[in-house]
């Protein structure tokens, strides 16, 4: 990609099978023969216009006149401007259709309100009811067997192939059902470096989006044994690989809509295969989301944003910061406006506690049969370590200034700080000094230009 506007309007013809060296007999069927459209730039953001017409020469492309469309949209912890992308969508569409309904990628989230649907979208109830009267809103519940169906199970012998050797277990791979349901998918949702996937994207919207848990917790865990630092801001990775692999089960035609989002403007919008418009919104987000540093530093104050409502969203104030920590370092994770671990999780959690990976892989009889993904969380929150004859020795030291307790982040193995004690400029404009300072943390990552962390 060129530092400017890719080629103008972006057009490519590719073959999905053959992105990130996927080797997969897909069952999707493309009518356009995979054809691209979209545009991206590090140096210009995309105006309501430029997004209209883009979806509009997209679509346009499409049969689906009198057809049942799903838009599968992500929820309140992701930014981006879904507001325009349903306002645009539903426009060009709402005239079309048989339905058009709006599945939320809730994975693992909470479900959300009415009324938090609403602030996401940008509408009232008034106006759902006057002006998109069409759109019906459905959360995803990946722990509800009700809303799933069986799509394909892997074998022993396939994760084992496609984790690396890494792990060998039999895996069923459900998703929402819904997406049987209709003629056709859409998916909407923008493109990060990721904690368990190396970029967020594409069919990552299925996998954990819409998915159930045994296909989550696997490759969550997977990335934990790989361990965070390693793969993140990476394209391919197996995990990516495992994804992949589960979408080629769904048979539903679809195209996906893959956003660059920075400091809530767009600034690149692909539209096609999800395979491929994944690959190229990765691209540009590695030279727009990745910040290098020269040198690792010793103090580290990450600040959640409101839209990290509790520790198993806010860690990636951890995450995207961990490689620029120096050994014996400390990394803070501010965010006041938290009082708890996770809704769904939370007990899980502070039955185990946050460990490094070797603290439950040389303990694994004892810790088995908790779920992967909470397992994963808990790594990538306390980082890399060693466990050596009992003893726990984490590389840096994981600190919460929120409302828990220090009775409680001591007993879930964290530091705890008052969020009340925090000096601001104790921390601001001093990295000379070795102190960084994130007032907006979780969707930049951070590495050092000499990265220690390679495979």
Same mark, same amino acid.
């Given at each position: 990609?060129? !530092?400017?506007?890719?080629? %103008?309007?972006?057009?490519?013809?590719?073959?999905?099978?053959?992105?990130?060296?996927?080797?997969?007999?897909?069952?999707i069927k493309?009518?356009?023969?995979?054809?691209?459209?979209?545009?991206?730039?590090?140096?210009?953001?995309?105006? @309501?216009?430029?997004?209209?017409?883009l979806?509009?020469?997209?679509?346009?492309q499409?049969?689906?006149?009198?057809k049942?469309?799903?838009?599968?949209?992500?929820?309140?912890?992701?930014?981006?401007?879904?507001?325009?992308?349903f306002?645009?969508?539903?426009?060009?569409?709402?005239?079309?259709?048989?339905a058009l309904?709006?599945?939320?990628?809730? %994975?693992?989230?909470?479900?959300?309100?009415d009324?938090?649907?609403?602030?996401?979208?940008?509408i009232t109830?008034e106006?759902?009811?006057?002006?998109?009267?069409?759109?019906?809103?459905?959360?995803?519940?990946? *722990?509800?067997?009700?809303?799933?169906?069986?799509?394909?199970?892997? $074998?022993?012998? @396939? &994760?084992? @192939?496609?984790?690396? %050797?890494?792990?060998?277990?039999?895996?069923?791979?459900?998703?929402?059902?819904?997406?049987?349901?209709?003629?056709?998918?859409?998916? &909407?949702? +923008?493109?990060?470096?990721?904690?368990a996937?190396?970029? !967020?994207?594409?069919?990552k919207?299925f996998?954990?989006?819409?998915?159930?848990?045994? &296909?989550?917790?696997?490759f969550?865990?997977?990335?934990?044994?790989?361990?965070?630092?390693?793969?993140?801001?990476?394209?391919?990775?197996?995990?990516?690989?495992?994804?992949?692999?589960?979408?080629?089960?769904?048979?539903?035609?679809?195209?996906?809509?893959?956003?660059?989002?920075?400091?809530?403007?767009?600034?690149?919008l692909y539209i096609?295969?999800?395979?491929?418009?994944?690959?190229?919104?990765?691209?540009?987000?590695?030279?727009?989301?990745?910040?290098?540093?020269?040198?690792?530093?010793?103090?580290?104050? $990450?600040?959640?944003?409101?839209?990290?409502?509790?520790?198993w969203?806010?860690?990636?104030?951890m995450?995207?910061?961990?490689?620029?920590?120096?050994?014996?370092?400390?990394?803070?994770?501010? +965010?006041?406006?938290?009082?708890?671990?996770?809704?769904?999780?939370?007990? *899980?959690?502070?039955?185990?506690?946050?460990?490094?990976?070797d603290?439950?892989v040389? #303990?694994?009889d004892?810790?088995?049969?908790?779920?992967?993904?909470?397992?994963?969380?808990?790594?990538?929150v306390?980082g890399?370590? +060693?466990?050596?004859?009992?003893?726990?020795?984490?590389?840096?030291?994981?600190?919460?200034?929120? #409302?828990?307790?220090?009775?409680?982040?001591?007993?879930i193995?964290?530091?705890?700080?008052?969020?009340?004690?925090i000096?601001?400029?104790e921390?601001?404009?001093?990295?000379?000094e %070795?102190i960084?300072?994130?007032? @907006?943390?979780?969707?930049?990552?951070?590495?050092?230009?000499?990265?220690?962390? !390679?495979?």
């Amino acid at each position: 990609m060129s !530092s400017g506007w890719d080629d %103008g309007k972006y057009k490519s013809r590719h073959k999905c099978r053959e992105i990130l060296g996927l080797k997969l007999v897909s069952s999707i069927k493309y009518r356009h023969k995979l054809m691209i459209i979209g545009k991206g730039s590090v140096t210009e953001t995309l105006n @309501e216009t430029q997004v209209y017409d883009l979806c509009a020469e997209a679509l346009a492309q499409e049969n689906l006149d009198g057809k049942r469309v799903l838009i599968i949209i992500p929820d309140y912890t992701r930014s981006g401007p879904i507001d325009l992308m349903f306002r645009v969508v539903y426009k060009l569409l709402a005239g079309r259709v048989k339905a058009l309904d709006f599945l939320i990628a809730l %994975g693992t989230h909470p479900p959300m309100t009415d009324e938090q649907i609403y602030k996401l979208l940008d509408i009232t109830k008034e106006e759902h009811r006057q002006d998109f009267p069409k759109a019906k809103f459905f959360n995803h519940e990946c *722990q509800n067997p009700a809303q799933l169906r069986l799509a394909r199970t892997f $074998s022993e012998d @396939e &994760i084992d @192939e496609l984790s690396g %050797g890494r792990l060998r277990k039999r895996v069923d791979v459900t998703i929402n059902k819904m997406v049987y349901d209709y003629d056709f998918l859409i998916i &909407i949702g +923008a493109t990060f470096p990721h904690e368990a996937m190396g970029f !967020s994207g594409g069919h990552k919207y299925f996998f954990p989006g819409i998915s159930g848990e045994d &296909i989550i917790d696997t490759f969550h865990w997977i990335g934990a044994l790989i361990s965070l630092p390693y793969f993140i801001g990476k394209k391919d990775t197996p995990m990516r690989r495992l994804v992949e692999s589960a979408a080629a089960a769904i048979p539903t035609e679809r195209l996906c809509m893959s956003m660059v989002v920075k400091e809530h403007k767009l600034w690149g919008l692909y539209i096609g295969p999800p395979e491929v418009t994944f690959s190229h919104a990765a691209d540009l987000s590695d030279k727009i989301h990745i910040i290098y540093k020269d040198r690792p530093f010793k103090r580290v104050l $990450s600040c959640a944003p409101q839209m990290y409502d509790e520790i198993w969203t806010a860690g990636k104030c951890m995450y995207k910061l961990e490689s620029v920590v120096a050994d014996g370092g400390e990394l803070i994770i501010y +965010a006041p406006h938290i009082n708890h671990l996770s809704i769904t999780y939370g007990k *899980q959690l502070e039955e185990i506690g946050y460990h490094c990976r070797d603290y439950f892989v040389k #303990q694994w009889d004892k810790f088995k049969d908790v779920q992967g993904g909470v397992l994963a969380h808990s790594c990538n929150v306390r980082g890399i370590g +060693a466990f050596e004859n009992g003893v726990e020795k984490p590389r840096i030291d994981v600190v919460l200034a929120t #409302q828990i307790t220090e009775e409680y982040c001591k007993k879930i193995n964290l530091g705890y700080r008052n969020p009340v004690s925090i000096d601001f400029s104790e921390f601001e404009n001093r990295e000379d000094e %070795g102190i960084l300072y994130i007032p @907006e943390a979780g969707e930049m990552l951070y590495l050092l230009k000499n990265n220690p962390f !390679s495979l």
